[in-house]
């Protein structure tokens, strides 16, 4: 069943991503916006976002496969804090049905 | 006396050297550049010019082992000098020999002689070919062996990092091209790493002959702190089974995900990692188990080890 996705659930996501890069990158989390580039501005790599995943498929107990995120980030790759907030909302939605919104 | 629940842990080689926190350690910059100093004079190489920032030896394999078992040696050295004596130790890849030196089998300069055996037998057995590896995150194991199939059934799985995450060894080409197939077939992370050895393959089957005659020469001692052999997860006790471990670490498979897994089973909670790097912190974030990472600064200003 596809969740709901709400106010509430879109400022948790966007607090988990923000805290956990804070977390990770050691800088001030007020430093961080939805522009800031996760390689270029924060030396962040793939296997943060990897974490991030393991983080809301724990958090949300979501059921999709890593190679269906993978599958999907290839054709929409992620830069900025702010796409990678919007991917995880469509992983949590989605779940494994995210490739469907390919069709 | 050992710390209960306190394992030691050392990485392989690195890939890219970061000034970091063990530099901080007190005493660490000065054991470091005394350590280079010796090693330079007993190998013969200028690693006492060793710089982190300009990244100078970064792409020379051998002197890069080197180094990192220098590193690994100091942090150890320095945290048993403040009492900090672990229940247990592994050795990550070629992280192997400082875990030796530290768990007291072999000494500093034996670690060195064995690196540079081991790396001539393995350029011996290499030569004009054109190897590397690779590291595939995001599929799981059939997927990975299907890959192999589908590309090249020679490339081999030599380490598993954990149920989505492997590193393969084999020719460059094929490994380029199952970097490919494996973004296609949704990996999240792939990555050809700068080596050009095949380690922990088969491809190096070949230096089981020389190495082995070589290592069957050295002094090796029973190791005093037990050690987790990274190939089978068993303990090693005594110099015939260190040897036999010093010699097929070059071309078996290792699986760091089960020492992970057997190191937690034992009672390990708390995590070491002896080096600069924080490479194996990094792959513990997707392991189960209640545990902690530290690196030796942190380790020094934790609260869990009120000695310090």
């Known amino acids: 069943m596809m969740a709901r996705i709400d106010e509430n659930i879109r400022n948790e996501v966007k607090n988990v991503v923000y805290n956990f890069f804070a977390d990770e990158c050691e800088v001030d989390k007020a430093s961080i916006n939805d522009q800031t580039n996760i390689i270029k501005d924060l030396d962040g790599d793939s296997l943060m976002f990897l974490e991030l995943i393991e983080i809301f498929k724990k958090k949300y107990d979501l059921d999709i496969e890593l190679k269906t995120i993978g599958k999907y980030a290839v054709k929409h790759p992620v830069s900025t804090i702010g796409q990678l907030i919007e991917m995880q909302m469509l992983i949590i939605e989605h779940e494994n049905r995210l490739l469907d919104l390919e069709k | 006396m050992s710390a209960p629940g306190v394992a030691f842990v050392f990485p392989a080689f690195a890939s890219d050297y970061k000034e970091d926190q063990p530099h901080l350690i007190q005493g660490y910059t000065e054991l470091l550049r005394d350590l280079l100093r010796k090693a330079s004079d007993q190998v013969n190489a200028p690693l006492y010019r060793f710089d982190p920032l300009t990244k100078n030896f970064l792409d020379h394999e051998l002197f890069n082992q080197y180094i990192s078992f220098i590193q690994g040696c100091t942090c150890s050295i320095l945290l048993r000098e403040n009492r900090l004596n672990p229940g247990m130790v592994a050795g990550y890849s070629m992280g192997?020999?400082?875990?030796?030196?530290?768990?007291?089998?072999?000494?500093?300069?034996?670690?060195?002689?064995?690196?540079?055996?081991?790396?001539?037998?393995?350029?011996?057995?290499?030569?004009?070919?054109?190897?590397?590896?690779?590291?595939?995150?995001?599929?799981?194991?059939?997927?990975?062996?299907?890959?192999?199939?589908?590309?090249?059934?020679?490339?081999?799985?030599?380490?598993?990092?954990?149920?989505?995450?492997?590193?393969?060894?084999?020719?460059?080409?094929?490994?380029?091209?199952?970097?490919?197939?494996?973004?296609?077939?949704?990996?999240i992370h792939t990555h050809l790493f700068t080596v050009h050895?095949?380690?922990?393959?088969?491809?190096?089957?070949?230096?089981?002959?020389?190495?082995?005659?070589?290592?069957?020469?050295?002094?090796?001692?029973?190791?005093?702190?037990?050690?987790?052999?990274?190939?089978?997860?068993?303990?090693?006790?005594?110099?015939?089974?260190?040897?036999?471990?010093?010699?097929?670490?070059?071309?078996?498979?290792?699986?760091?995900?089960?020492?992970?897994?057997?190191?937690?089973?034992?009672?390990?909670?708390?995590?070491?990692?002896?080096?600069?790097?924080?490479?194996?912190?990094?792959?513990?974030?997707f392991l189960p188990g209640n545990v902690k990472y530290y690196s030796p600064l942190n380790a020094m200003n934790s609260p869990l080890f009120p000695d310090f």
């Not at chain 2, 110099?239 to 670490?249: A, D, G, H």
């Open chain 2, 197 to 285: 050895q095949p380690y922990h393959s088969g491809f190096l089957k070949g230096t089981e002959p020389g190495f082995s005659s070589f290592v069957n020469k050295v002094h090796v001692l029973k190791p005093l702190t037990p050690i987790i052999s990274v190939i089978d997860q068993k303990e090693l006790t005594s110099p015939e089974q260190v040897r036999r471990e010093l010699v097929r670490n070059l071309f078996q498979p290792l699986d760091w995900y089960q020492t992970h897994l057997k190191l937690t089973a034992l009672g390990n909670t708390v995590f070491i990692e002896c080096s600069p790097l924080n490479t194996l912190s990094k792959i513990a974030r």
């Open chain 2, 96 to 187: 192997i020999y400082a875990s030796l030196f530290d768990s007291g089998s072999i000494t500093l300069e034996t670690g060195l002689e064995l690196i540079r055996n081991a790396y001539c037998e393995i350029e011996t057995i290499t030569k004009d070919q054109n190897f590397s590896m690779i590291s595939v995150i995001g599929l799981c194991s059939d997927d990975i062996h299907q890959l192999i199939d589908h590309v090249d059934p020679d490339t081999e799985i030599s380490n598993r990092n954990g149920p989505f995450s492997f590193v393969l060894s084999g020719h460059v080409s094929s490994l380029e091209d199952i970097i490919a197939k494996a973004k296609e077939e949704g990996a």
